[in-house]
Structures are given as C-alpha cells and as structure tokens.
C-alpha cells in the first residue's frame, strides 16, 4: 500500500468539504463543525488546489456540488466513517466502548423509547452517548441513506426504497380509530375499517416527491376493499388529536402516537380488523463500516419492553397484540 499520496491531503479539508456537502453551504457547514466560515472556505478551497477541480458551484445559492464534487463525496464520507471506526476501536482499548450514537426516532417512540435507551446505555456503557433527531418516516429513511444518523427507530411500511437499508423488527402495535366525545361511533366498541370509511378521516401521514407512500393506514383500506375520504394527514399526533376535537373529522392511526398525545375531548376505538397493524424497527446500513457501537446500541433498544397498549386494546379479545412476533427478529 503506497501511503505517500496521502501526503498530499489534509484530514480537516475532507471534513470541510464533506460538511458543506451535507449543510448545503460554508456557513451552515462553519456551524456544525463549531469552525469560522473563512476557515471552512479556505479547506475547500485548498483541496480543490490540491486536486485541480472545483468541487462546488458557488455561482448558486445554495451552493451545489460539481460533477467532480459528486464524484468525490462519497470516498470523502467514507475516509471519514472509517476513522471514526479507528477512533472508536482505539479508544477502547481499556475494554471500555466510547463514542456517540446519532439515532432518529419518530415523535411517538421518540416519547416511548428514548428516556429508558438513554437510562439503559447509562447503566451498561456509561461512555457511549446518544444524540436524538426526531421526525417522521421518510425524513428518518432518507437521513440513514445520507449518512446523518446512525440508527432509526422507524415502521416497517411506509417501504424503504434504498436496498442498503435492513431492520431488526421491535413490536408491534394496533391501529385506533379517534373520535370525539360524542360522536355517533363513541362507546360503541371496536369499529370496522368499512364504518370508519363513512367519514371524513384524519390520518397520519407526510408528502413525499414522486409515487405516494403507502403508511399502514393507507394500506389498510386498500386491503378491506374501501376508499374513504382522507380529510387531513399530519405527521404529528397531537396535531390528529386537535383536529379530531375540532370536529374535522375521526382520526385512524397506530395506538403508541394516541398515548403519547393529549386525548382529551376524545376517546380511542380498537379497529375490529385486528390484524391491521404497525410493525415498528431499528434501521440502519449494511453496507458501511460498522462501529461496534452500534450493535451494542441496537442490542439495548432491542432489550426495551414493547409499548403495553390495554387502553385501546379490545377488553374481550384473548389475542394478544403486544408481542405477537415473540423475540425480535433481524430482516437483511
């Protein structure tokens, strides 16, 4: 292995070049890597000397990479990961793991899971830390395929479409109908998905660029052979609960977000298909150079109890819809 090219690089302007890849532009990248935004510029700059090509159009706000730029980045986020590995393997030399673990949850199992990961990795790795980026589905997906965060807590649907992505499945939850006091539905039991389609539904659910993505509730009516009227989506449980009380329409969505929301004003319905369900994971890549942090974290969250949901669980149905999967299974 020649190690004399290496020479000629700087560590400091790979990491200027890869942040202001990621930030979209000098100072948001001087931000996050707590730099001056000279300094930035002038990495980048002294690495685009170095290799005679320009990596960014500056011409446009906000900045965009070059084809050359394009090329290189991603062997400039690999030089990265991988010391980021040596790092970590360096500093535990002592038998003691060190480093910190960027993980995106969405907001109801952010609420749920976080507190007791965060109390669990204290008493069993008092060195390894957690940094949280909360936000819905597709946010997390498209965060773990760019290299933002390291592990997601996330629903196996809507699909991935980046095949360096796999799971290990958590729990898995019912879907709930939600209605205001009052409404003809109330203290009624659970609800078919055909009796929910009468009326206007709040759901959860987010925008996405090209074909929709299908969510669990999307789903679900496809399946019954229905077609209701989606009023509103939201990716924010809260949100669903006020513009059900608001009389908007019902809400249809999974249990863990409605007991993590305030539900005054409203009352929760266990949905008679009860095989509808969400099935929720750990996300990460398979294709990088892994950190033995991360299967340590992950082997932590697996260890949390699944979400117990009684309250808008159907009291007279003997299945059981808290762990229907038994241990937590790995998908590749």
Known sequence: MDLSSAHSYRLDWITSFVAVARHGGFSAAAKALYRSQPRVSSHVGELEHVLGARLFDRSVQPVALTPEGRALLPHAEEIIARLAVFAEVAGGADGALRGEVRIGMYPSAAAYAYPPLVRALRRRAPTVRTTLAEGPALSLESGLSDGEIDLALRPVLPLVRDDRLTYRRLWSEPLVAVVPHGHPLAGRGPVTLARLAAFPLVTMGEPAEGAPRQFETNLAFAEAGVRPEIAFE???????????????????????????????????????????????????????????????VRDVIAGLPAPRLAEVADPYDPYDPYDPYGTADAVA
């Open 234 to 296: 939201t990716t924010q449980p809260q949100t669903l609960a006020a513009l059900v009380r608001g009389g908007l329409g019902i809400g249809f969505t999974n249990a863990l977000a409605m007991t993590t929301a305030n539900c005054e004003g409203v009352e929760l319905l266990p949905v008679a298909e009860r095989h509808i369900r969400r099935h929720v994971a750990v996300w990460w890549r398979a294709d990088r150079p892994e950190s033995p942090l991360l299967p340590l």
